[in-house]
């Protein structure tokens, strides 16, 4: 059981509105992850981070934002939140370099929905 | 890069029934292959995966899964399921070195019935 947390799992706000999604993991991994996912599509890498102060793009363009200040943290933010942004969010993470580290372990997801 | 296709994204089966969902990738290179499942209201778990050895991987609840490294394939089995099948399931691929990034299919729903 992998052990990558995320806050909140629910989120109903108003366009315009700031918001951050909380994402935290116990398990000392190097790589930490955020997915994004539309229902009935498939998930699209849109953050990675290899580790402390080290964040790239992903595959599908977003308008969020990274950091990754602590190894175990790695929260995503919207400066202004849009309809268009409503979506889930998966965060995940694994280890750099072994063999089983290419196992990647996925939060429970962050559903956004803005109104 | 690569991509996955996942075939037939909703499926409907008896309990009992037989499944097999299709995974069909496109990176040319060393691979490792993974199946994740998303039971209803759960976050991503790992089925089984593939990183070298014999193609036939074992996962947990009974599934299966044949590398088929000619075909490109990585086709998901359970001989006969269950009703707490229920879920979405993931084919997702990624290169074993560089940046670990997965690529992932759009998913099978596959509802089974009682």
């Known amino acids: 059981e992998a052990d990558i947390y995320q806050t909140p799992r629910y989120l109903v706000i108003g366009t315009g509105k700031k918001i951050t999604l909380e994402c935290s993991q116990t398990?000392?991994?190097?790589?930490m992850y955020w997915y994004q996912q539309d229902p009935g599509m498939e998930l699209h890498l849109i953050h990675y981070s290899y580790g402390v102060n080290s964040t790239e793009k992903g595959d599908l363009s977003s308008e969020s934002t990274v950091s990754r200040i602590r190894t175990e943290h790695f929260p995503l933010t919207l400066e202004s939140a849009r309809p268009s942004h409503t979506s889930q969010y998966l965060c995940a993470s694994s280890v750099v370099g072994t063999g089983a580290g290419n196992t990647i372990y996925f939060g429970e997801g962050s559903w956004l929905t803005v109104v | 890069a690569q991509s996955v296709s996942q075939h037939n994204h909703h499926v409907i089966l008896s309990e009992a029934a037989s499944l097999e969902l299709g995974c069909n990738y496109s990176?040319?290179?060393?691979?490792?292959l993974f199946w994740y499942v998303q039971y209803p209201g759960q976050h991503l778990q790992l089925l089984l995966k593939y990183f070298s050895g014999d193609p036939l991987v074992k996962g947990i609840k009974g599934f299966e899964a044949e590398f088929i490294k000619s075909k490109f394939s990585f086709n998901l089995r359970k001989p006969s399921v269950q009703w707490s099948d229920t879920a979405e399931y993931f084919c997702?691929?990624?290169?074993?070195?560089?940046?670990?990034?997965?690529?992932f299919g759009k998913g099978n729903q596959v509802v089974v019935i009682p």
């Open positions: 398990m000392g991994h190097d790589k």
């Open positions: 990176y040319g290179g060393t691979v490792n």
């Open positions: 997702a691929v990624n290169a074993p070195y560089g940046n670990n990034r997965l690529a």
